[in-house]
């Protein structure tokens, strides 16, 4: 074979594998996404927090996660969502306990039985510190959205 024959043969073996990884890499540019398999279920955590389903948000975002774990931006949108949803539970949470705090307490003023009373006051111990410990973790959730909020507001 002359050396045009062999330079020939070389430059169709390397073209070759040039439209071999170039139909590869398009192959793969046309796959969707992580973020893109995941934003169907991101719709419906969207959903399920607008309808105030929050525990049911909660479940569907963890599996999200394990559904999804490349699916950055899907994972980001929902952390806030789950931070809002988290902090809707706790504050509904703040809310009836202060209701049955008030209640029992009520109850233990009008109360004239001791056995009764020191029950109440037991009950009143207990819904004190429940209280307390809902306002604590609302706080918490207002502290963690507020580091999520920094990095994203620097230029």
Known sequence: MNAIGVECCTFAVAMKYTA???LA???ASCAPTEDEKAAPLLAE???????GEYKATLDSITVLRERFPK???ARRKALTIWQDASLKMAQDDVAKTDGLLQEATTQLENEADLYKKNMLRVRCDSLRARYEA???VVRMIHARQKQVQKPESKP
């Open 71 to 73: 699916a950055v931006e």
């Open 25 to 27: 890499l398009l192959a």
């Open 20 to 22: 071999i990884f170039a």
């Open 134 to 136: 809902m306002c604590g």
């Open 45 to 51: 955590i969207s959903s399920l927090y607008e309808k």
